[in-house]
T-cell receptor, first 115, second 113 residues
């Protein structure tokens, strides 16, 4: 079974530029998550999708971050404009469903450096 | 507000020894506590999880101990091996919040041969 795919793996941009990350979840997984993992910290949930609808985006900085999951499969996370403090690894995860206890499978992440 | 506090930040253990990582939570509504293991360049992977209706859960060399009254839980790695060297995260979630996880800050474990 293929895992969660993410691209690009690394991205370096200057502040105020825009960037987009792509995620392809495990086939058949209805729930998709985007996390931000700052160096030396645990992952922080940014947004959770159930199929193509948003379940929770309370921790997403909506003035600069946006995410979509068209057709309930792939998802993109965009940052515009980027700030220095956005430097982090952005992890995508998926689970079979959104109920508590469904295992979340993580992708390898995209490491973003904002200079 | 850090809802799940994890300690220590780093840990060095000799091969064959016991690694112990502790977590404390504040929100009494949390009722599901998984542990994740993360290797460099990889995403976290579920290791073991526990619900508060039991005080201990064991899977192979990994054991979770849970103390509901103290709002604490810990991961014990018995007979630690160099291959266990990774970063470990505890997490917590609430039944009425679906599958949303709140992670601790992580513990970097190094097992010396």
């Amino acid at each position: 079974e293929a895992g969660v795919a993410q691209s690009p793996r690394y991205k370096i941009i200057e502040k105020r530029q825009s960037v987009a990350f792509w995620c392809n979840p495990i086939s058949g997984h209805a729930t998709l998550y985007w996390y931000q993992q700052i160096l030396g910290q645990g992952p922080k949930l940014l947004i959770q999708f159930q199929n193509n609808g948003v379940v929770d985006d309370s921790q997403l900085p909506k003035d600069r971050f946006s995410a979509e999951r068209l057709k309930g499969v792939d998802s993109t996370l965009k940052i515009q404009p980027a700030k220095l403090e956005d430097s982090a690894v952005y992890l995508c995860a998926s689970s079979l469903d959104q109920g508590q206890g469904y295992e979340q499978y993580f992708g390898p992440g995209t490491r973003l450096t904002v200079t | 507000q850090q809802q799940v506090k994890q300690s220590p930040q780093s840990l060095i253990v000799q091969k064959g020894g016991i690694s112990i990582i502790n977590c404390a939570y504040e929100n009494t509504a949390f009722d599901y506590f998984p542990w994740y293991q993360q290797f460099p360049g990889k995403g976290p992977a579920l290791l073991i999880a526990i619900r508060p209706d039991v005080s201990e859960k064991k899977e192979g060399r990994f054991t979770i101990s849970f103390n509901k009254s103290a709002k604490q839980f810990s991961l014990h790695i018995m007979d630690s091996q160099p291959g266990d060297s990774a970063t470990y995260f505890c997490a917590a979630s609430k039944t009425n919040a679906g599958n949303m996880l709140t992670f601790g800050g992580g513990t970097r474990l190094m097992v010396k041969p």
